[in-house]
């Protein structure tokens, strides 16, 4: 079946530290790739994706690239601020359109 | 278009008691799905619609869960008889047709959160 692996959290860095929440996916054939975000008292908000093998997703200053042969797709950002402090979802869509969500990874980010 | 709306954002019902959730859609999106988010997991898939036909049910929408979404509009999601294990975040998201794309974009509601006591 498919399925979705994060990294756990807590994770908690100083301001301007180096990102990375690793995923790891399982799916048959070739699905896209998704990181969501979801900010304290907000609902979840799509942060990029990636629709096929070596595309890289990009947005807000973060970035995941598409690794087919590791199955990952890991979310790196070179420099957190203490506003990118929320939950990050790795997803997957296969056939059928459902998303299907890791278990969340929160991130906390101290000034 | 101000997006995905749910109502209500907050339910209190007692165990027993039936509850109605409703989700409006972004207008153009002929898509509509429902997940259920507990605390400190993802969202999981519970069932979605395309256009007014509901295309899947995931075995986590058990028979006390019913949902709907007459003329392809809005969606209604009603549990039955709830129970405490029932208490979780119940989002609602839209897209246009991925049935050729799959990376189309959900958009996600504010979600209503439901405890039952």
């Known amino acids: 079946g498919n399925s979705v692996t994060q990294m756990e959290g807590p994770v908690t860095l100083s301001e301007e530290a180096f990102l990375t929440i690793n995923c790891t996916y399982t799916a048959t054939g070739y699905p896209s790739l998704f990181w969501y975000v979801q900010y304290p008292g907000e609902g979840l908000q799509l942060l990029l994706k990636?629709?096929?093998?070596?595309d890289k997703g990009s947005n807000k200053g973060f970035e995941a690239t598409y690794r087919k042969e590791t199955t990952s797709f890991h979310l790196e950002k070179g420099s957190v601020q203490v506003s990118d402090s929320a939950v990050y979802f790795c997803?997957?869509?296969?056939?059928?359109?459902?998303?299907?969500f890791g278990q969340g990874t929160e991130l906390s980010v101290k000034p | 278009d101000t997006g995905v709306s749910q109502n209500p954002r907050h339910k209190i019902t007692k165990r027993g008691q039936n509850v109605t959730f409703r989700c409006d859609p972004i207008s153009e999106h002929n898509r509509l799905y429902w997940y259920r988010q507990t605390l400190g997991q993802g969202p999981e898939f519970l069932t979605y619609f395309q256009n007014e036909a509901q295309l899947e049910k995931s075995r986590l929408l058990s028979d006390r869960f019913s949902a709907e979404r007459p003329k392809g509009s809005f969606s209604t999601l009603e549990i039955q008889r709830t129970e405490q294990g029932d208490s979780a975040m119940y989002l609602c998201?839209?897209?246009?047709?991925?049935?050729?794309?799959?990376?189309?974009?959900?958009?996600f509601g504010p979600g209503t959160r439901l405890t039952v006591t």
């Open positions: 997803a997957l869509i296969n056939q059928g359109g459902k998303l299907i």
């Open positions: 998201a839209s897209s246009v047709d991925g049935s050729f794309s799959p990376g189309y974009e959900q958009y």
């Open positions: 990636a629709t096929k093998a070596d």
